[in-house]
């Protein structure tokens, strides 16, 4: 998420909206409890209805394409994936005052991952390596083109340089300007684009009986350059875990290096959004920032 999305106003996502929503667009759902699932994160409103199906309303522009790509993509992917991702059932219409699709989807069960229980894991390590693996080796084809283009780091260099300056003090600022321009300098990707999640953190996968079950959230989905996709290897594993993970993809020395600046950029764009707001992103993203500049 960008800054910029960060302040959009945002439409007021109460109960009464998503049952209204629901029902009158899906009927054959409707009266079927909702639960809100909180935290949810900061792209979407998520109620568990009844006890097979979530729906996601998004929170503000950014993410308003996101029903509309996932149902789309996700079915196509899912089949070739190793994990279980989410599983489209409906898109809803804006009506009653909301602006956006919305998503109705195969509910996930599973726990949120944490550093905690899987940083030093190597079998995580191992299985976030084999579901990117599997990612990249579906051939995206001529349709996955124009808006699933990712944009490359240097799109980002001005606001992160801005973030650089913002957090002088917190962070060591010298050592950011390092690895932001080691990464900018890095050779490019030079093979065929391939799939990348876009938003590959520790929030987005979930866990079951202590082991990775699940990868959601593909909002950011697109083609292009992995190594955006590595910013796993900062937001949750440790030195020994991420030197399997390495491994086992088969990282080069550039790509990591984009990488690493990937890590920093998004941690940073994180952090000065939501860190004063919200203390579990602080610490998330003050781990993620740290763990890319030691690499």
């Known amino acids: 998420m960008t800054t910029e999305e960060a302040t959009d106003p945002s439409p007021v996502i109460d109960a009464a909206l998503v049952r209204i929503l629901v029902d009158t667009q899906f009927p054959q759902w409707a009266g079927l409890p909702l639960r809100l699932l909180d935290p ?4 979407h409103v998520i109620h568990r209805l009844g006890e097979e199906l979530s729906v996601r309303l998004p929170r503000h522009a950014g993410a308003g394409n996101q029903a509309v790509k996932e149902s789309a993509w996700l079915p196509r992917l899912a089949p070739h994936l190793p994990l279980a991702v989410p599983i489209p059932v409906g898109v809803g219409r804006p009506d009653f005052g909301y602006p956006w699709p919305w998503a109705v989807s195969r ?3 599973g726990e949120a991952a944490t ?60 050592a950011m300007t390092e690895l932001w321009e080691a990464a900018l300098n890095a050779p490019e990707w030079d093979r065929p684009s391939v799939w990348c999640h876009g938003d590959f953190h520790t929030g987005n996968l979930l866990t079951t009986d202590g082991e990775l079950s699940a990868v959601i959230d593909f909002g950011e989905l697109g083609v292009g350059d992995p190594s955006c996709d590595l910013t796993i290897a900062f937001t949750l594993l440790s030195d020994r875990s991420r030197a399997v993970f390495r491994a ?11 990488g690493r600046g990937w890590a920093l950029a998004t941690g940073l ?27």
């Open 269 to 295: 764009n994180a952090y000065t959004s939501y860190a004063a707001v919200d203390p579990r992103v602080a610490a998330q993203t003050t781990r993620q920032i740290t763990e890319a500049l030691t690499g």
């Open 40 to 43: 949810a994160g900061s792209d």
């Open 248 to 258: 086992e993809l088969g990282v080069d020395d550039a790509t990591w290096t984009r």
């Open 107 to 109: 509910w996930l069960d």
């Open 115 to 174: 550093v905690e229980a899987l940083a030093d894991s190597t079998d995580t390590a191992v299985a976030l390596a084999a579901f990117l693996a599997a990612l990249q080796r579906i051939a995206p084809g001529e349709d996955a083109r124009g808006d699933l283009t990712l944009r490359p780091p240097a799109d980002r260099d001005r606001a992160t340089r801005t973030a650089i300056a913002e957090v002088d003090g917190l962070f060591d600022a010298g």
